[in-house]
């Protein structure tokens, strides 16, 4: 007997962190974060096929919940304080064919209803790469019963979070907890990333070397970091440019948490290590 068994590759949503185009396998997606609020009531969301075959995605939701290190567990049922946003958003189409290189867009309309209670709700939107017609599973094949073969076959996916507000909240961000780790060569800044409110937070992370004398610059970067409504902190650790002259034995360390690139810039949080 000859079996074969298909192995799924689900993306989870980057730790949190977003640019401007997610990929995965071969495809691309943008945007990768929709927020619904004020007026707004749809969105376009572009899917690219970058590989040389034809391939097929279906389209749904995917409930998550974020830890405290970043990660993100499936759920069926909502945390406390988490609101799921799909049941109030239609999608169209639900399953794309898309030839190499080939585009296509997919629609998202809001459907508010009087029961919607003030807050934030959340949902990810999943595109899953369809590997051929056969149901996932084993198939049976040939008379040698002695015999058994194992053939695994990567399913990609990849999810965005769609954010439903329905009321103006505020949210509050603060740094704490800094330190420089090194291993090996390499130095990672690790600190908090702390919530408060009744939204998520989202934003851009900066960090700058300020040296007993002379001008700042920067050693660390990562755009598009969220704390979800989940966690009320989040554990971030920041890989740090090795720079000539940069001495990480004397000087400080400022760290910004800040509005996302091509937003109005506001610093949220900042904090300084004094090295």
């Known amino acids: 007997m000859k079996?074969?068994?298909?192995l799924l590759l689900i993306m989870l949503p980057l730790l949190g962190i977003n640019m401007q185009v997610k990929a995965q396998g071969d495809l691309l997606v943008s945007p990768v974060r929709?927020?619904?609020?004020?007026?707004?009531?749809?969105?376009?969301?572009s899917l690219v096929n970058?590989?040389?075959?034809?391939?097929?995605?279906?389209?749904s939701f995917l409930q998550y919940k974020m830890t405290e290190d970043g990660g993100f567990e499936v759920i069926s049922k909502p945390e406390?304080?988490?609101?799921?946003?799909d049941p109030y958003l239609r999608i169209f189409p639900r399953k794309v064919t898309l030839a190499p290189h080939e585009a296509q867009v997919i629609r998202l309309q809001l459907r508010k209803?009087?029961?919607?209670v003030a807050g934030e709700y959340r949902s990810h939107l999943y595109f899953r790469a369809e590997k051929g017609k056969s149901p996932l599973g084993m198939e049976?094949?040939?008379?040698d019963t002695a015999l058994m073969s194992v053939q695994i076959t990567p399913v990609f996916g990849i999810s965005i979070p769609i954010i439903i507000r329905t009321s103006e909240e505020n949210v509050t961000s603060t740094l704490s907890n800094l330190k420089v780790?090194?291993?090996?060569?390499?130095?990672n800044l690790k600190f908090t990333l702390n919530r408060s409110g009744k939204i998520s937070s989202y934003g851009d992370l900066v960090a700058e070397y300020i040296p007993v004398q002379g001008k700042s610059i920067e050693i660390g970067l990562v755009r598009g970091i969220a704390v979800y409504t989940t966690?009320?902190?989040?554990?971030?650790s920041m890989k740090l440019t090795n720079i000539k002259g940069v001495d990480l034995s004397k000087g400080k360390i400022k760290l910004k948490f800040t509005s996302p690139k091509d937003t109005p810039y506001t610093v949220y949080a900042e904090q300084e290590l004094v090295l």
């Open 3 to 6: 079996m074969k068994k298909i």
């Open 34 to 45: 929709v927020v619904f609020e004020g007026k707004k009531q749809k969105e376009e969301i």
């Open 50 to 59: 970058t590989g040389a075959d034809t391939a097929v995605y279906s389209v």
């Open 80 to 85: 406390e304080g988490q609101l799921f946003a």
């Open 113 to 116: 209803t009087p029961d919607m």
């Open 140 to 143: 049976v094949k040939g008379a």
């Open 181 to 187: 780790e090194k291993l090996d060569t390499v130095n």
């Open 231 to 236: 966690v009320d902190k989040r554990n971030v």
